[in-house]
């Protein structure tokens, strides 16, 4: 037997059987004997007909018109709603974008339209990402107290900026009869954008790309002078801020080849005191860290021109350069 193949009708066969049979003048074996179709198909077409003279006559297909005119409109609806939100935003995204610091309580007083009727302020709120209630916020005035506060850490600060919160409550406590806490003061110094000024760590960290040179004293035993000298920076703390003082010494003798002081962490003055203790001799090593002071390129060519020979690496914690006479005897 060959493969069975499915029959396909065509609509107004099907419908010349059913109705046909919906006649009832013939039986459904007689029908399916002359239309040659399965008993059952013109039973299933019959009933389909029937069914459908039914709802001829019936509301539901307007009842579905209605509800798909609703549903279209209600997409309508929500599309211009869309673009007006959209439009709304477009608006204030330039300055917010720019202004990543604002608080929410200074979003809704700068970029919220309370008398608007298109879009409600819960809305607003969500579009532009803060509370609703930050909308409704009223800023409490600052209190009398606080101010004659805020003016005498003001004018502490003025006077003397190295003072933190601990020490700037100690000041207000003693200016004002009356204890004055530590966090209290910093809260009120931070409002203002005041704070201490003093040497932070990493002060000197480089951020620029430069040559990095090993760590060659590991297990060396320094045995005569001259055979490592090394430079550090530090800070002294005077009554109205801070100097800066660089030394090179001669780690054999322990003896201070040159120093210099400074107010400020610019490179000259150790480039100065370099230059100054060179003047004396010329180390085998010079033993330093990667401060920017230390790595500016001329400074390394201060070393350079006293032929002076380096030894390169990628991984490093200091620079060390050598002499050309340490390598005079190998």
């Known amino acids: 037997m060959g493969p069975n193949i499915r029959k396909v009708f065509a609509p107004a066969f099907k419908a010349k059987v059913a109705l046909e049979a919906a006649k009832g003048a013939e039986t459904t074996g007689q029908l399916a004997s002359r239309f040659s179709v399965h008993p ?7 009933k389909k007909l029937l069914e459908g003279l039914e709802r001829i006559f019936s509301d539901k297909d307007k ?10 409109d209600e997409l309508y609806k929500q599309i211009g709603k869309q673009k007006i939100e ?20 200074q979003i809704a007083d700068t970029y919220l339209n309370k008398l608007s009727r ?80 003093y040497p932070k760590p990493r002060l000197s960290f480089n951020g620029k790309p430069h040559p990095v040179f090993p760590y ?13 000298w090394s430079s550090d920076i530090t800070y002294i703390r005077m009554k109205y801020g801070f ?15 040159s120093w210099k002081l400074s107010d400020s962490l610019r490179s000259d003055f150790c480039l100065e005191a370099a230059r100054q203790a060179l003047m004396i001799d010329i180390p085998g090593i010079i033993n330093v860290d990667q401060g920017v002071q230390f790595t500016d390129e001329e400074m390394i060519a201060i070393w350079r021109n006293h032929r002076c020979k380096s030894a390169w690496i990628t991984k490093a914690v200091v620079l060390t350069i050598y002499s050309p006479r340490d390598f005079g005897d190998r």
């Open 63 to 72: 009842i579905d018109k209605e509800k798909d005119r609703a549903f279209v």
């Open 118 to 197: 298109q879009i409600p302020i819960y809305r607003q709120c969500e579009l532009l990402g803060i509370s609703k209630s930050s909308s409704y916020y009223d800023p409490t005035p600052v209190s009398p107290e606080d101010m004659d506060l805020m003016r005498r850490i003001d004018k502490i600060h003025t006077d003397l900026p190295s003072y933190g919160a601990r020490t700037m409550a100690a000041a207000l406590t003693g200016e004002v009869g009356y204890r004055v806490g530590r966090k209290r003061t910093g809260s009120l110094m931070e409002q203002m954008g005041i704070e201490a000024i």
């Open 216 to 228: 060659l004293l590991k297990d060396v035993l320094i045995v005569k002078p001259n055979q490592v």
């Open 243 to 257: 100097l800066y003082l660089v030394v090179f010494m001669d780690w054999f003798a322990r003896y201070i080849l």
């Open 40 to 46: 059952t198909q013109i039973g299933v077409w019959k």
């Open 86 to 105: 959209i439009e709304w935003l477009k608006k204030r995204w330039d300055c917010l974008s720019n202004r990543a610091a604002l608080t929410p309580h």
